[in-house]
């Protein structure tokens, strides 16, 4: 009987401890998840609040575009824009863009209304001159002023005296430079200039032509396929290739700009076909003005006039075809060390074409798809590593949009 009441009094004693075993390891477990429910609710408002100051020099179409990605983001508390030229310089370019339809959707995504921007519609493209694109970014960054303390300051050129003057605690967390290809921010900020010059496989031409008797409308581009050009009067025999209208043989051509202000590019994949060597290397600058000259009579709209003889003496073109290249920076982002900045370079800053396609800011654009990413990333980040890890996925995108280009670029401007 004893021994029995034994066997009991001991059960009972390890029900107790595993009972006690089973709440301490419950305490344990709900101990652990407030902690880590209160750790990601404190990480997720601290990432809500997060607010920080960006920074972008330059307000031709691709800065102005930044600062619009910036402020949409809703990151940024202070947003401010820089550039060199005062207004009236800044809008009176008369060269028009053509805004392709991944460039429309990525603007449309951002906010931007077509229906109250002058310009015109064909096959999905939008055209506008460059001074009415940028007017209309700075006056919706005007009405952005009611939710983001925006400051576009132009006629003001980032110099190191304008660093110096800035106190100590007000620095960007994020600057963007976007000043153009004969910008000197990267070089004020200690940025390397090294660039990667690579090849687009193509070679090409440009020319432009200034015609003061006609408007400065935007009109749609005009492409023209498998051209080829009879040279006999130069002592080359015409080639006698198929004609094959899917082909991409040949050259291509296309003709854009306002109706004052014509433009044409001619350019043809790398080949060493015998035409191709002929235009490659003539010392005679007559050559190639012919081409344009014959070129804009026979694909014209029908509503402008022919180019004369006389018209033609004040065409400036390329003197012969040459090698179609891709120029980039090596190094598109960095970090200021000592004042905790995150710098990104776009637009033409970045990558620079040495052909005129008649959409070149397209390529700029192409950089800022990858740039709400960016300020997100920068503006919660909790520690450097985090900094770091942005930049690196910043310039990972920059070089896949160099490297696209390079891949399909021309075929999407130009062949097709």
């Given at each position: 009987?004893?021994?029995?009441?034994?066997?009991?009094?001991?059960?009972?004693?390890?029900?107790?401890?595993?009972?006690?075993?089973?709440?301490?390891?419950l305490s344990t477990l709900l101990a652990v998840a407030v902690c880590v429910l209160l750790k990601v609710g404190l990480e997720g408002i601290r990432r809500w609040r997060a607010r920080i100051s960006v920074l972008v020099v330059g307000a031709g179409p691709v800065g102005l575009t930044a600062a619009l990605v910036a402020v949409r983001s809703g990151k940024v508390l202070k947003l401010t824009v820089l550039d060199e030229r005062y207004r009236s310089a800044l809008l009176c370019r008369p060269q028009q863009i053509a805004l392709d339809p991944r460039s429309v959707n990525f603007l449309l995504g951002l906010g931007v209304d077509f229906d109250n921007m002058e310009g015109c519609w064909h096959d999905r493209h939008f055209f506008t001159r460059i001074g009415v694109f940028q007017e209309?970014?700075?006056?919706?960054?005007?009405?952005?002023?009611?939710?983001?303390?925006?400051?576009?300051?132009?006629?003001?050129?980032?110099?190191?005296?304008?660093?110096?003057?800035?106190?100590?605690?007000?620095?960007?967390?994020?600057?963007?430079?976007?000043?153009?290809?004969?910008?000197?921010?990267?070089?004020?900020?200690?940025?390397?200039?090294?660039?990667?010059?690579?090849?687009?496989?193509?070679?090409?031409?440009?020319?432009?032509?200034?015609?003061?008797?006609?408007?400065?409308?935007?009109?749609?581009?005009?492409?023209?396929?498998?051209?080829?050009?009879?040279?006999?009067?130069?002592?080359?025999?015409?080639?006698?290739?198929?004609?094959?209208?899917?082909?991409?043989?040949?050259?291509?051509?296309?003709?854009?700009?306002?109706?004052?202000?014509?433009?044409?590019?001619?350019?043809?994949?790398?080949?060493?076909?015998?035409?191709?060597?002929?235009?490659?290397?003539?010392?005679?600058?007559?050559?190639?003005?012919?081409?344009?000259?014959?070129?804009?009579?026979?694909?014209?709209?029908?509503?402008?006039?022919?180019?004369?003889?006389?018209?033609?003496?004040?065409?400036?073109?390329?003197?012969?075809?040459?090698?179609?290249?891709?120029?980039?920076?090596?190094?598109?982002?960095?970090?200021?060390?000592?004042?905790?900045?995150?710098?990104?370079?776009?637009?033409?800053?970045?990558?620079?074409?040495?052909?005129?396609?008649?959409?070149?800011?397209?390529?700029?654009?192409?950089?800022?798809?990858?740039?709400?990413?960016?300020?997100?990333?920068?503006?919660?980040?909790?520690?450097?590593?985090?900094?770091?890890?942005?930049?690196?996925?910043?310039?990972?995108?920059?070089?896949?949009?160099?490297?696209?280009?390079?891949?399909?670029?021309?075929?999407?401007?130009?062949?097709?």
């Open positions: 009987m004893d021994a029995v009441q034994t066997q009991d009094a001991g059960a009972m004693v390890e029900d107790e401890y595993r009972a006690l075993a089973v709440d301490s390891a209309y970014l700075l006056s919706v960054l005007e009405h952005k002023k009611q939710y983001v303390d925006v400051k576009v300051q132009l006629g003001t050129k980032l110099t190191e005296e304008y660093l110096r003057r800035v106190p100590q605690g007000e620095w960007p967390r994020v600057m963007v430079v976007a000043d153009g290809s004969c910008g000197d921010s990267c070089s004020v900020l200690g940025l390397s200039s090294d660039y990667m010059v690579e090849s687009c496989h193509a070679y090409g031409a440009n020319a432009s032509i200034e015609r003061l008797d006609q408007r400065q409308v935007p009109t749609p581009e005009i492409r023209a396929h498998s051209l080829y050009f009879d040279l006999s009067a130069y002592g080359v025999e015409a080639l006698r290739e198929q004609r094959n209208p899917s082909s991409k043989a040949g050259f291509h051509l296309k003709i854009y700009g306002t109706f004052r202000n014509r433009y044409m590019a001619l350019v043809c994949p790398a080949s060493d076909a015998k035409m191709v060597r002929f235009l490659r290397n003539t010392a005679n600058s007559s050559v190639m003005k012919n081409i344009f000259h014959q070129s804009f009579n026979a694909y014209k709209t029908d509503i402008e006039a022919r180019l004369s003889e006389v018209t033609v003496k004040h065409m400036q073109c390329s003197r012969r075809l040459f090698q179609v290249q891709l120029s980039h920076r090596r190094v598109s982002a960095a970090f200021i060390q000592g004042d905790n900045v995150a710098v990104t370079v776009e637009g033409e800053a970045a990558r620079v074409l040495n052909f005129d396609t008649g959409c070149g800011v397209n390529l700029g654009l192409r950089g800022l798809e990858s740039m709400a990413r960016f300020i997100y990333r920068a503006a919660t980040a909790a520690d450097q590593s985090d900094i770091m890890e942005a930049l690196s996925e910043k310039m990972q995108h920059s070089r896949k949009v160099a490297e696209a280009f390079k891949q399909s670029g021309l075929s999407e401007s130009l062949y097709a």
